[in-house]
């Protein structure tokens, strides 16, 4: 079946511009995180999803970062008034249930110009 | 605190053997995982342990874990170029009952002729 898929795979934008990032989940994972990339670095959580509330936004780095999953199945990241710190690959996972394995999503790499 | 440690570098000849090393801080980890992230890839799930084995053999992968040292190390038989890529161990943790990865910072993994 589809894998987690994520729009769009690359995204460029201007210093103290929005910018939204999608991931679509596998069909039946109720659990969804998002994890920043940063270049040479691992993967850093950002945000927990089960069902559509954010069960642990602990590692979003400041008020400027949202997410949401208003129907338990698609997700956006917001990011508003990027800044050039912001660019990285943003992952979004899925899993079956809290708990299970999480499978990643190719990623959308964002530049800050 | 949650941290993770991987060497940066490992260098192989083609049809050797590859073992790639990590230490991890959490004792309350339950399973620990490796993910493959070939260049401009996501991750890829690999392979994982739970926490109350000492070593899981999956074809060419061999996983052993050292719980006592908090030591986690992947094997990987008969080294192809094909396994080129990045290699990221991650320990799962579990605050207040849900699941997030800490990933370390990856090995790049160069096998040649």
């Known amino acids: 079946g589809a894998g987690v898929s994520q729009t769009p795979s690359n995204k460029v934008t201007e210093k103290g511009k929005y910018v939204e990032l999608r991931c679509d989940p596998i069909s039946g994972h109720t659990a969804l995180y998002w994890y920043r990339q940063s270049l040479g670095q691992g993967p850093e959580f950002l945000i927990y999803f089960q069902g559509t509330g954010a069960a642990d936004d602990s590692g979003l780095p400041n008020d400027r970062f949202f997410a949401v999953r208003p129907e338990g199945s698609v997700s956006t990241l917001k990011i508003q008034r990027t800044e050039r710190g912001d660019s990285a690959v943003y992952l979004c996972a899925s899993s079956l249930g809290t708990g299970e394995t999480q499978y990643f999503g190719p990623g959308t790499r964002l530049l800050v110009l | ?113």
């Open chain 2, 1 to 113: 605190g949650e941290d993770v440690e991987q060497s940066l570098f490992l260098s192989v000849r083609e049809g050797d053997s590859s073992v790639i090393n990590c230490t991890y801080t959490d004792s309350s980890s339950t399973y620990l995982y490796w993910y493959k992230q070939e260049p401009g890839a996501g991750l890829q799930l690999l392979t994982y342990i739970f926490s109350n084995m000492d070593m899981k053999q999956d074809q060419r992968l061999t996983v052993l874990l050292n719980k006592k040292d908090k030591h986690l190390s992947l094997r990987i038989a008969d080294t192809q170029t094909g396994d080129s890529a990045i290699y990221f161990c991650a320990e799962r943790v579990a605050p207040g009952g849900y699941n997030k990865l800490i990933f370390g910072a990856g090995t790049r993994l160069a096998v040649h002729p």
